[in-house]
């Protein structure tokens, strides 16, 4: 005797081998042994055997008409026999009934299971549902198959490209366009950026990286909406000073300038000067909405993305010629021992007589020449900027030795030195049309990279005067009870990163007793939120917790460390991609072959990473040799890839025979740029603080 019965959804037949009053023990035809209960057996037979009775009730199934079926079906339950009966007449064989119980098993929006072996015929209007659903499930299906069939031909339907973004970074693994890459990866085995790359959905390797990061950061674009500059109501006392800035020649944010006074007499006033759009609008205005909501403005090569309008910016900036409204905090020195005698903050109108640039001075501007009395030797320079120079000449030279005090007092608070081993590099693209797509830069550029020593004299003097305004300004609002937003470090013990937070603590990788950024409103919101806390300082004093716009455990300002923090982060890591992107770009127009650079850490494999002595540039390498860290090699470089951002190489041969130890000061939290990420995942788609050196 056989038996065919339910088994957790799936019908199998065998031979009984024996029974109990609840059960029967049954061989499968591949000799497996199973229990089955009475209540899971659905139809006794002698005759055909259990797999030959299976196949033909499986060749009969294709030959029923469902709707037809689902006409002759009873509006009451019912078993899969009945059915059969009324479907192929009275006296239906064992194959047909079995077809018939296969079909209705497998036809849920036709006829509902009722039970083991029984059925209830589905309402007309849930049918009509389902059937509609079936219909736009195959339709898609249908699309999905073309444009698989497309993307493996090298063509890339628009839908596809519309959503190239999303389907490689953010994947909506139910949307048919995912799913058409999935299916075309799978049947041309490529990668998915491999196969879309070939089909032709990315015009140039430059606009990939751009759209991506629009795609993930500005979706809405890079516009602003419709607003002005207020005009800043306050009447501010004018400074008797003459305040200059030292900023890149591309720098139009300009948001700090120094002052010196005194020289000679014994106590010298150093003024570090903030630009003051704080003094214009507050929190919820129309322009903080806007700076809220890109916290930061966004740098990379030849072009960056600010945080407020362009004419907002000028209304604000410390540009030279006419006094500007600042935050001043001005603190005196003995001029001999270089000791803090005062401090003061102040709101006022600051005279900018001169906008300096440091590419420009860099060379200019050394050691040797602020400590001599030696004639300036610059023929690059006009006479209106060497007069300036030779005009500030004393002061530059003073806040260049008091820089260097400064630096050696966090130093010793630090407890070691800091290391500026590496560069930093400048990126200048030669051939970029500044009419074009509002100066976005196009990829097809020359570009240059230079290499600019850290610790520079210029360098030296803005970063030491902000690291003291950032640190003097947030003990003050800390001793005040004024709630603002630090940057802070435990130790300097390894894996002891910086933080953000509301509460001044001590920054253990700068050497201060706290640091609020402050110095960057036009750039960055935590200091333009800074800033509307150190106004309400200057203005109250001692009763400034009261009036100041956050109050102490506000959620807002929490909100904002949290927001900025993330938005600050993504967009580090991609002007660190872009920076890749022309290195990479450079190591084409240049034809090298061959790279020097140092090994920085093992990889699995017998591979290591190694940084490049003259270019910003880690890669993986390869050789056959055993190196160690600090390891000095010459590389031969593989193919370069703009898209996924990668290059290897193979190590040629050893340059040195002393492992020398790597920079220990490198920035932990700096971004390392390396090859792309694809969110993408074709094997899963089916499942459903150092200061920089000028930290202006």
Same mark, same amino acid.
């Given at each position: 005797?056989?038996?065919l019965?339910?088994?957790?959804?799936?019908?199998?037949?065998?031979?009984?081998?024996?029974?109990? $009053?609840?059960?029967?023990?049954?061989?499968?035809?591949?000799?497996?042994?199973?229990?089955?209960?009475?209540?899971?057996?659905?139809?006794?037979?002698?005759?055909?055997?259990?797999?030959?009775?299976?196949?033909?009730?499986?060749?009969?199934?294709?030959?029923?008409? %469902?709707? %037809?079926?689902?006409?002759?079906?009873?509006d009451?339950?019912?078993?899969?026999?009945?059915l059969?009966?009324d479907?192929?007449?009275?006296?239906?064989?064992?194959?047909?009934?079995?077809?018939?119980?296969?079909?209705?098993? $497998?036809?849920?929006?036709?006829?509902?299971r009722?039970?083991?072996?029984?059925?209830?015929?589905?309402?007309?209007?849930?049918?009509?549902?389902?059937?509609?659903?079936?219909?736009?499930?195959?339709?898609?299906?249908?699309?999905?198959?073309?444009?698989?069939?497309?993307?493996?031909?090298?063509?890339?339907?628009?839908?596809?490209?519309?959503?190239?973004?999303?389907?490689?970074?953010?994947?909506?693994k139910?949307?048919?366009e995912?799913?058409?890459?999935?299916?075309?990866?799978?049947a041309?085995?490529?990668?998915p950026?491999?196969l879309?790359?070939?089909?032709?959905?990315?015009?140039?390797?430059?606009?990939?990286h751009?759209?991506?990061?629009?795609?993930?950061?500005?979706?809405?674009?890079?516009?602003?909406?419709?607003?002005s500059?207020?005009?800043?109501?306050?009447?501010?006392?004018?400074?008797?000073?003459?305040?200059?800035?030292?900023?890149?020649s591309?720098?139009?944010?300009?948001?700090?300038?120094?002052?010196?006074?005194?020289?000679?007499?014994g106590?010298?006033?150093?003024?570090?000067?903030?630009?003051?759009?704080?003094?214009?609008?507050g929190?919820?205005?129309?322009?903080?909405?806007?700076?809220?909501?890109?916290?930061?403005?966004?740098?990379?090569?030849?072009?960056?993305i600010?945080?407020?309008p362009?004419?907002?910016?000028?209304?604000?900036?410390?540009?030279?010629?006419?006094?500007r409204?600042a935050?001043? %905090?001005?603190?005196?020195?003995?001029?001999?021992?270089?000791a803090?005698?005062?401090?003061?903050?102040?709101?006022?109108?600051?005279?900018?007589?001169?906008n300096?640039?440091?590419?420009?001075?860099?060379?200019?501007?050394?050691?040797?020449w602020?400590e001599?009395?030696?004639?300036?030797?610059a023929?690059?320079?006009?006479?209106?900027?060497?007069?300036?120079?030779?005009?500030?000449?004393? $002061?530059?030279?003073?806040?260049?030795?008091?820089?260097?005090?400064?630096?050696?007092?966090?130093e010793?608070?630090r407890?070691?030195?800091?290391?500026?081993?590496?560069?930093d =590099?400048?990126?200048?693209l030669?051939?970029?049309?500044?009419?074009?797509?509002?100066?976005?830069?196009?990829g097809?550029?020359?570009?240059?990279?230079?290499?600019?020593?850290?610790?520079?004299?210029?360098?030296l003097?803005?970063?030491?005067?902000?690291?003291?305004?950032?640190?003097?300004?947030?003990?003050?609002?800390?001793? %005040?009870?004024?709630?603002?937003? =630090?940057?802070?470090?435990?130790?300097m013990?390894?894996g002891v990163?910086?933080?953000?937070?509301t509460?001044?603590?001590p920054?253990?990788?700068?050497?201060?007793?706290?640091?609020?950024?402050?110095?960057?409103?036009l750039?960055?919101?935590?200091?333009?939120?800074?800033?509307?806390?150190?106004?309400?300082a200057?203005?109250?004093?001692?009763?400034?917790?009261l009036?100041?716009?956050?109050?102490?455990?506000?959620?807002?300002?929490?909100?904002?460390?949290?927001?900025?923090?993330?938005a600050?982060?993504?967009?580090n890591?991609?002007?660190?991609?872009?920076?890749?992107?022309?290195?990479?770009?450079?190591?084409?127009?240049?034809?090298?072959?061959?790279?020097?650079?140092?090994?920085?850490?093992?990889?699995?494999?017998?591979?290591?990473?190694?940084?490049?002595?003259d270019?910003?540039?880690v890669?993986?390498?390869?050789?056959?040799?055993?190196?160690?860290?600090?390891?000095?090699?010459?590389?031969?470089?593989?193919?370069?890839?703009?898209?996924?951002?990668d290059?290897?190489?193979?190590?040629?041969?050893?340059?040195?025979?002393?492992?020398?130890?790597?920079?220990?000061?490198?920035? $932990?939290?700096?971004?390392?740029?390396?090859?792309?990420?694809?969110?993408?995942?074709?094997?899963?788609?089916?499942?459903?603080?150092?200061?920089?050196?000028?930290?202006?």
């Amino acid at each position: 005797m056989n038996v065919l019965f339910d088994e957790a959804g799936k019908f199998l037949a065998g031979r009984i081998l024996s029974e109990a $009053e609840a059960s029967a023990q049954v061989e499968l035809d591949s000799g497996k042994r199973v229990k089955v209960k009475s209540a899971n057996q659905l139809l006794r037979f002698d005759k055909p055997g259990p797999g030959e009775l299976i196949a033909q009730a499986q060749q009969l199934v294709p030959s029923i008409e %469902l709707a %037809l079926a689902w006409e002759f079906a009873p509006d009451d339950e019912f078993g899969f026999a009945d059915l059969a009966a009324d479907y192929f007449g009275d006296a239906p064989s064992l194959a047909q009934q079995v077809a018939a119980l296969f079909a209705l098993h $497998e036809a849920p929006h036709y006829f509902r299971r009722a039970g083991k072996g029984r059925f209830k015929k589905a309402p007309a209007e849930i049918v009509q549902q389902a059937l509609a659903a079936i219909e736009k499930k195959a339709r898609i299906q249908a699309e999905i198959d073309t444009w698989a069939q497309q993307l493996a031909q090298g063509q890339c339907p628009e839908p596809v490209a519309t959503q190239l973004y999303k389907i490689l970074f953010r994947p909506d693994k139910n949307a048919p366009e995912y799913k058409a890459v999935v299916q075309a990866a799978k049947a041309t085995q490529k990668p998915p950026l491999t196969l879309l790359q070939a089909a032709g959905a990315i015009s140039s390797p430059y606009q990939f990286h751009w759209q991506r990061f629009l795609f993930e950061h500005f979706p809405k674009g890079t516009g602003f909406p419709p607003l002005s500059a207020p005009a800043i109501t306050d009447t501010l006392p004018l400074a008797s000073v003459q305040a200059y800035s030292i900023d890149d020649s591309s720098t139009t944010e300009i948001d700090d300038a120094l002052s010196v006074q005194g020289l000679g007499s014994g106590t010298v006033t150093v003024g570090v000067h903030i630009a003051a759009p704080g003094l214009a609008f507050g929190p919820d205005s129309p322009l903080d909405a806007v700076a809220r909501q890109r916290l930061s403005t966004v740098y990379m090569p030849g072009y960056k993305i600010t945080m407020l309008p362009d004419e907002v910016v000028e209304a604000y900036t410390l540009g030279e010629g006419v006094p500007r409204p600042a935050i001043s %905090l001005y603190v005196t020195f003995d001029e001999a021992s270089l000791a803090i005698t005062g401090q003061r903050t102040l709101l006022e109108q600051v005279p900018i007589y001169a906008n300096l640039r440091h590419d420009k001075l860099g060379g200019v501007v050394t050691p040797e020449w602020l400590e001599t009395d030696s004639p300036t030797v610059a023929p690059h320079l006009d006479e209106a900027t060497l007069a300036r120079l030779t005009h500030l000449r004393p $002061e530059l030279s003073f806040l260049h030795r008091l820089a260097r005090h400064l630096k050696a007092q966090r130093e010793q608070v630090r407890g070691k030195p800091e290391n500026f081993n590496r560069p930093d =590099y400048s990126f200048k693209l030669v051939g970029q049309n500044p009419d074009a797509d509002d100066a976005v830069p196009t990829g097809d550029e020359t570009v240059q990279i230079s290499v600019r020593p850290r610790g520079e004299a210029l360098d030296l003097i803005v970063s030491e005067a902000m690291i003291l305004a950032n640190s003097t300004w947030g003990t003050w609002l800390g001793e %005040l009870g004024v709630p603002g937003i =630090y940057r802070s470090q435990a130790s300097m013990a390894p894996g002891v990163k910086v933080r953000m937070g509301t509460k001044a603590l001590p920054h253990a990788g700068i050497g201060v007793k706290s640091y609020a950024w402050s110095t960057s409103p036009l750039r960055r919101y935590v200091d333009l939120v800074n800033q509307w806390q150190l106004i309400a300082a200057a203005r109250h004093g001692a009763t400034a917790a009261l009036a100041a716009p956050f109050k102490p455990k506000d959620a807002s300002l929490f909100s904002i460390v949290s927001s900025f923090d993330t938005a600050y982060s993504a967009y580090n890591g991609n002007q660190a991609q872009m920076e890749r992107f022309w290195t990479l770009r450079h190591l084409q127009q240049a034809g090298l072959t061959e790279l020097t650079g140092a090994v920085i850490k093992d990889l699995p494999g017998g591979a290591w990473l190694v940084r490049a002595d003259d270019l910003p540039l880690v890669f993986p390498v390869m050789g056959s040799q055993l190196l160690a860290r600090g390891a000095h090699v010459r590389v031969a470089l593989g193919q370069v890839d703009l898209i996924s951002l990668d290059v290897n190489g193979t190590v040629l041969e050893r340059l040195d025979d002393v492992v020398t130890s790597a920079d220990e000061d490198e920035d $932990e939290d700096a971004p390392q740029a390396g090859p792309l990420h694809i969110a993408m995942d074709v094997n899963e788609a089916e499942g459903a603080d150092t200061p920089a050196p000028t930290p202006s």
